[in-house]
Every structure is written in C-alpha cells, then in structure tokens.
C-alpha cells in the first residue's frame, strides 16, 4: 500500500477509500460519523451509488448499525445470505448485496462511526481475506482523528484570539465580521467530522420603543443587557455575536438536539431574568445545508415569533 502523504484526517480518509477501492471493489466506499439517529457520510469514494459526502442516512436502517452490534460479519460477500443485512431497511433504499464495514472508535471506546463498503452484486468469498487490512486502515485513521480531535480547543483558541479584534464596541461580542469568521471555521470543523451544532438568533423587541420613549442611553442600556444575558446562558466553547443594531447570534458548538434545547433554555431564562424581551429562532445544523442554512432557519424563524407577537398571536 502507497503511504499516505498527508497526514490529516480528511486526506487521510480520501487515500484510503480510494486505495480500497483498487484492492477491494466495492462501487461505494464511505467514511461515516454516527449522530444520534444521523449517519452522515463525511468522505466517499462513489462508482455509481451517487452518494457524496454531507449525505445523511439514519443509523438504525443500516448494516453498519447491525454490524456494530455484533448481528452480522465485517465483511459479507453475499450479504443476502445474513438475515441481519438483508432484512435492514437501507437495503430498500439501495441496492446492496456485498457489505464491509468496521468501526471508527475514539479512545475513550465511543463509537465515532464506520470505514465501511457497499457493492450492488455479490463479490467473490476470498474477500473476507481483507478483514485484517480493513481493520487496520480504520485503526490508523481513528488514530488521526483523535489526535485532531484532541488540538480542537487548541485551535478554537487560536482563532477567537484572532478575532479578538472583531468585536462590538459597546457589547464586547463579537461584531458581524467575527461572527462569519468563526462560524467559517466551524462549518469546516462540522463538515469534516460530522460534529452537530445549533444557531439561535434573538431580536429585540423593544429597542425602539425605549429609543422614542427614553432615549438612546437608556436603549443602550438595552443592548448591553441583552448582550450580558446572552453571553452568561452561552458556553465558553460557544460564539456570541451581535450582528446588528438590536439582533444577535449564538453558536451553540459541538451541540445536539438535546443540548440545542439546554441552550434555548437558558437563553430565554437570562432575557426573562435581566428584564429582556426578544423574539427567539433556533435551529439545528442539517449537513445538506451546513451552519449558513441553520442561520437563515434560525433568522426566518426568529422573525416569525416577532409577527407573530406584534399581530398579538404568540
């Protein structure tokens, strides 16, 4: 086998998948991260299944899931032949009737996801010989992603440092062009590692009101209280943003559904306890779209809690 020239997990993965395919076969070769109910594929090597990296499966209808749970081999030459495989509902989704696939730890023994293969025909029995060799290959890349997973805190420091310069004046948030910057760099962290996130956007709704009717210190007052209550119900990991006069924004990082519902949680109760009203979207990264579509999910859905409230239905 040609030794890797990189040493990064993505490349790292494109090597492999693309040398399993020239020993092994297999039309669809695929680098996958388990989330929840999720099965997202992260690199492929595609020849005919037109599956491409940000696709999304959901875990349970998989051979991968089954295989994981000790109900079918690492490799199946015939899979029809394993009541486990042929009876998993991807396999109505396509067609399938050779698997390989062996898990992805991370070295706490977490299951980060699957190296595994899929053909449309039977292959011959001799390709069970490969178990070893696959199993190695996915060793070494749960190696390399552990160690990138490890520098992430690292890097993320790295970063807000830099950004350090982009912040709002009166808010000390970070300003819209910070707010890009690092949501930038976490949508290349999400897409290449599967992890989850969740956008929330809130809107004030009285600012000007309290413009018109107090002032604009007293207004500013507003802003600074808002900007204090979202930064207190955010993590440290998380990016805080104002991203305009009276609208602001949270990236909840490495958050799934149920810490996506913590965050919102805590997000209202700091507005209700430092005497804020706003209008509040959230939403969840979906990997089709990536962090940019949850934002504008996020922004529509904020925007209908503030009709909503100003028609007097919410």
């Known amino acids: 086998m040609k030794k890797p020239q990189a040493t990064d997990f993505e490349t790292s993965a494109r090597e492999v998948l693309s040398f399993l395919h ?14 929840g109910d999720a099965w997202i594929a992260l690199q492929t090597e595609d020849h005919g299944y037109d599956v491409s ?3 999304v499966f959901r875990w349970a209808d998989t051979f991968c899931s089954e295989m994981v749970k000790g109900n079918g081999p690492n490799i199946a030459p015939s899979s029809d032949a394993i009541p486990a495989y042929a009876s998993a509902p991807i396999g109505r989704q396509v067609k399938i009737k050779a698997y390989a696939g062996v898990p992805l730890s991370l070295k706490d023994g977490t299951l980060f996801g699957t190296l595994c293969g899929i053909h449309p025909a039977p292959l ?3 390709t069970v010989e490969h178990q070893e060799l696959l199993e190695l290959l996915a060793a070494n890349l749960s190696t390399i992603l552990q ?4 520098s992430a805190e690292e890097i993320r420091r790295s970063e807000r440092f830099q950004a350090e310069a982009l912040t709002d004046s009166m808010t000390q948030l970070y ?3 910070g707010w890009e910057l690092l949501l930038a760099a976490e949508e290349s962290r999400c897409a290449r590692y599967g992890h989850p996130a969740v956008v929330v956007i809130a809107d ?3 600012l000007k009101r309290v413009n018109d009717e107090s002032g604009h210190a007293a207004g500013d007052a507003l ?9 207190d119900a955010a993590r440290s990991i998380d990016i805080v943003a104002r991203l305009g006069g009276d609208e602001f924004g949270i990236v909840g990082v490495e958050c799934d559904d149920v810490g996506a519902q913590a965050l919102l949680k805590r997000v209202r109760d700091a507005l209700a306890a430092n005497d804020v009203r706003a ?3 959230f939403a969840l990264r979906d990997p089709s779209v990536g962090i940019r579509g949850a934002w504008a999910e996020a922004d529509q859905l904020m925007y209908e809690q503030k009709r909503m409230r100003a028609d007097g239905t919410h």
């Open 22 to 35: 020239r020993r092994m076969g297999f039309d669809l070769w695929m680098v996958t991260r388990t989330e």
């Open 53 to 55: 990296a940000g696709k």
């Open 124 to 126: 011959p029995e001799t």
């Open 147 to 150: 160690l990138e997973l490890d």
């Open 175 to 177: 300003n819209r062009r």
């Open 204 to 206: 004030l709704d009285e």
């Open 223 to 231: 802003i600074v209280r808002a900007s204090s209550a979202l930064r």
């Open 279 to 281: 209008s509040v979207g």
